[in-house]
């Protein structure tokens, strides 16, 4: 069997759900012993909606950054669509093929890297770890060889790959994961926080690595991720998730542009303010006798404020700050979360 389909094989479409959901069931166990027995005969359970009916369609060679809070389903997405679990509703299809039957030609062509999980084998080096994938993948000896010395010299990791991978640093680690999970060539890829817990170099390292990845072998990328700056740099299309639901789906620049972006004014004053000064709204107060001022303002209000300080004294220091994309998406998934 051929190891990936040819780009003619995979439709302009990689991926498309029609109300695919899933909703998880828990045993609430009681308290104490006797409790617990009567637990046993008499189970209560709970459901979770992790993943409530979503409709979507991802275009081949396009990299969606998903984004939420902790618990809001964004890695239940992606198990669903890599056919680590079974949804409890709906439909999906991912590069022409349902993901739950793991069918073996779906299985060569996609690749999944888990940030908190390891594929790679923790008592031995990854050097073998790779060897034994690519026996796993029918890859000839000659090529994996060639395509871990390719992909380890871009991730800067060279020196490492016959280090146990146990004794290996977590950003050393994920680099080797990343290898891992690219070394067949997969034509889509799940990153489920692939730069968690790194330190700035590693990050920076990494998110150059899959830029210059993506651009010469445009597979589909589904990336989730707490650094806001992963999203900025990688995604083209922007998914916001929140209790479950895709509550935005568009591109960053659009987000941003629908937000209600806010500017961070600091001053210190010649002489302190005689009277308070608040917008129309009640949004931004300086109280009267403040020699100081740092408070947030919605851009079309910076002009007001500051000419209603300056009728009254002269601003010895300012400092303007623009909010960033990452307290932009906080700010909306927190008032997200609580409108729903």
Same mark, same amino acid.
């Given at each position: 069997?051929?190891?990936?389909?040819?780009?003619?094989?995979?439709?302009?479409?990689?991926?498309?759900?029609?109300?695919?959901?899933?909703?998880?069931?828990?045993?609430?166990?009681?308290?104490?012993?006797?409790?617990?027995?009567?637990?046993?005969?008499?189970?209560?359970?709970?459901?979770?909606?992790?993943?409530?009916?979503?409709?979507?369609?991802?275009?081949?060679?396009? $990299?969606?950054?998903?984004?939420?809070?902790?618990?809001?389903?964004?890695?239940?997405?992606?198990?669903?669509?890599?056919?680590?679990?079974?949804?409890?509703?709906?439909?999906?299809?991912?590069?022409?093929?349902?993901?739950? %039957?793991?069918?073996?030609?779906?299985? %060569?062509?996609?690749?999944?890297?888990?940030?908190?999980?390891n594929?790679?084998?923790?008592?031995?080096?990854p050097?073998?770890?790779?060897?034994?994938?690519?026996? $796993?993948?029918?890859?000839?000896?000659?090529?994996?060889?060639?395509?871990?010395?390719?992909?380890?010299?871009?991730?800067?990791?060279?020196?490492?790959?016959?280090?146990?991978?146990?004794?290996?640093?977590?950003?050393?680690?994920?680099?080797?994961?990343?290898?891992?999970?690219?070394?067949?060539?997969?034509?889509?890829?799940?990153?489920?926080?692939?730069?968690?817990?790194?330190?700035?170099?590693?990050?920076?390292? $990494? %998110?150059?690595? !899959?830029?210059?990845?993506?651009?010469?072998?445009?597979?589909?990328? $589904?990336?989730?991720?707490?650094?806001?700056?992963?999203?900025?740099?990688?995604?083209?299309?922007?998914?916001?998730?929140?209790?479950?639901?895709?509550?935005?789906?568009?591109?960053?620049?659009?987000?941003?542009?629908?937000?209600?972006?806010?500017?961070?004014?600091?001053?210190?004053?010649?002489?302190?303010?005689?009277v308070?000064v608040?917008?129309?709204?009640?949004?931004?107060?300086i109280?009267?006798?403040?020699?100081?001022?740092? !408070?947030?303002?919605?851009?079309?209000?910076?002009s007001?404020?500051?000419?209603?300080?300056?009728?009254?004294?002269?601003?010895?220091? !300012?400092?303007?700050?623009?909010?960033?994309?990452?307290?932009?998406i906080?700010?909306?998934l927190?008032?997200?979360?609580? %409108?729903?």
């Open positions: 069997m051929d190891q990936s389909l040819s780009k003619s094989d995979i439709a302009s479409v990689a991926i498309s759900t029609t109300a695919l959901s899933r909703v998880f069931q828990t045993y609430k166990k009681p308290q104490g012993l006797k409790a617990s027995l009567t637990g046993f005969f008499n189970r209560k359970y709970e459901y979770k909606q992790a993943l409530k009916p979503t409709t979507l369609e991802i275009k081949s060679g396009t $990299i969606v950054g998903l984004v939420g809070a902790n618990g809001a389903g964004k890695t239940t997405l992606l198990k669903l669509l890599s056919g680590l679990v079974h949804p409890s509703s709906g439909t999906a299809s991912v590069l022409g093929f349902e993901p739950w %039957r793991r069918q073996e030609s779906y299985l %060569r062509n996609m690749g999944i890297l888990l940030g908190q999980k594929q790679l084998w923790w008592d031995i080096s050097a073998d770890s790779f060897s034994l994938l690519g026996r $796993i993948y029918d890859i000839p000896k000659d090529t994996v060889t060639l395509r871990v010395i390719e992909l380890a010299t871009k991730l800067q990791c060279t020196d490492q790959l016959n280090v146990q991978l146990r004794r290996l640093s977590l950003g050393e680690r994920m680099k080797m994961e990343i290898i891992g999970a690219l070394l067949h060539r997969p034509q889509i890829l799940f990153l489920d926080e692939p730069t968690i817990g790194l330190d700035i170099v590693a990050q920076n390292t $990494i %998110r150059e690595f !899959l830029t210059s990845y993506a651009k010469a072998e445009r597979p589909t990328i $589904i990336l989730t991720s707490h650094y806001m700056d992963d999203i900025a740099h990688l995604a083209d299309r922007l998914l916001l998730i929140s209790h479950g639901a895709i509550v935005y789906d568009g591109t960053v620049k659009g987000f941003m542009g629908k937000a209600d972006l806010k500017q961070r004014l600091k001053m210190r004053f010649d002489d302190p303010l005689k308070s608040k917008a129309d709204g009640g949004e931004w107060v109280e009267a006798g403040a020699a100081i001022a740092d !408070l947030s303002v919605a851009g079309q209000d910076v007001a404020v500051l000419k209603e300080i300056l009728s009254q004294t002269r601003i010895a220091e !300012l400092q303007i700050e623009q909010t960033d994309f990452e307290d932009v906080h700010e909306f927190a008032s997200e979360s609580r %409108r729903r």
